[in-house]
């Protein structure tokens, strides 16, 4: 650990919404960092490693597809040469009311983070013609990109439901909710706060919470607090009294208590656990 921060990366250049690109063909450990505002779809044709997302390692197995909210945390370590494409947008890319079946795909794939892919199904050719496009960039390149997002987008689908394990659809004030907590955990930490940005009172919020993961928002909230604090623990060289403040906690003591009572150990312990 060299770093105070949690490097945040932005691919999509100034005042672009919408980026593909090839996966770059080299064998290296990225860092771990998150994204600022924008979704990264990653298909992977080859590669073998290990893809670590939040908490959570994946085994490199290609063919695999990843869908990468905004503010996730993740890095890669590869052990084989990867290849396959990057899909980036962000809410800005698709019209609102001319846009909606396109919209609505992207949305029931949201709760998606990792698809296997049999080889025979894994959509090259649609990928080769976006990326094309996107080369291209003439006058209907966008329409024509567009166009065959959505089919790409349908592909995946397909291949989600035949995963009988794969959850619902949620909610859209659920959805928001969701947003919301990635954009201000860790400056707001209680239910009020986030049902006054939601235009709900805190007991909806709670029952919407609960018929969507059966847990109250105040768990959520708590669960992606602690989320905040081992990526801090873990990936920066932050004090204890430095990630307290960090994370909008009134001193380190309050942050300490906080941790230990979900965790059953102090901050420090659980640094020097990941570390010996």
Do not use: Y
């Given at each position: 650990m060299n770093d105070k921060k949690i490097y945040i990366k932005n691919k999509l250049d100034e005042g672009l919404t919408f980026k593909v690109s090839r996966f770059k063909e080299q064998i290296k450990k990225t860092k771990p960092h998150k994204h600022d505002e924008y979704y990264e779809l990653i298909f992977l044709l080859n590669g073998e490693?290990?893809?670590?997302?939040?908490?959570e390692k994946f085994m490199v197995s290609s063919p695999d597809f990843y869908f990468l909210k905004p503010g996730q945390l993740h890095y890669w370590q590869?052990?084989?040469?990867?290849?396959?494409?990057?899909?980036?947008?962000?809410?800005?890319?698709?019209?609102?009311?001319?846009?909606?079946?396109?919209?609505?795909?992207?949305?029931?794939?949201?709760?998606?983070?990792r698809l296997k892919i049999q080889p025979d199904k894994f959509p090259i050719h649609l990928l080769e013609e976006i990326f094309n496009e996107f080369q291209l960039n003439t006058q209907y390149s966008k329409e024509i990109s567009h166009g065959l997002?959505?089919?790409?987008?349908g592909k995946l689908l397909q291949?989600?439901?035949?995963?009988?394990?794969n959850k619902s659809l949620p909610q859209s004030v659920y959805d928001k909710f969701v947003q919301l907590l990635v954009k201000e955990c860790p400056q707001l930490h209680k239910v009020n706060e986030f049902a006054d940005l939601l235009n709900i009172t805190p007991q909806n919020l709670n029952t919407i919470c609960r018929k969507q993961t059966r847990k109250s928002?105040?768990?959520?909230?708590?669960?992606?607090?602690?989320?905040?604090a081992k990526r801090y623990i873990l990936h920066t060289d932050n004090t204890i009294n430095e990630i307290a403040e960090i994370l909008s906690f009134t001193d380190a003591s309050n942050f300490v208590k906080f941790f230990k009572k979900h965790e059953n150990i102090t901050p420090i312990q659980f640094r020097d656990k990941h570390f010996q």
């Open positions: 490693g290990f893809h670590c997302i939040e908490s590869f052990t084989s040469i990867p290849k396959g494409f990057v899909i980036l947008f962000n809410d800005n890319e698709f019209n609102a009311i001319n846009e909606k079946t396109l919209i609505d795909i992207v949305r029931k794939l949201t709760d998606t983070t997002l959505k089919a790409l987008f291949i989600k439901e035949e995963n009988p394990q928002a105040s768990e959520i909230i708590t669960n992606q607090l602690l989320l905040e």
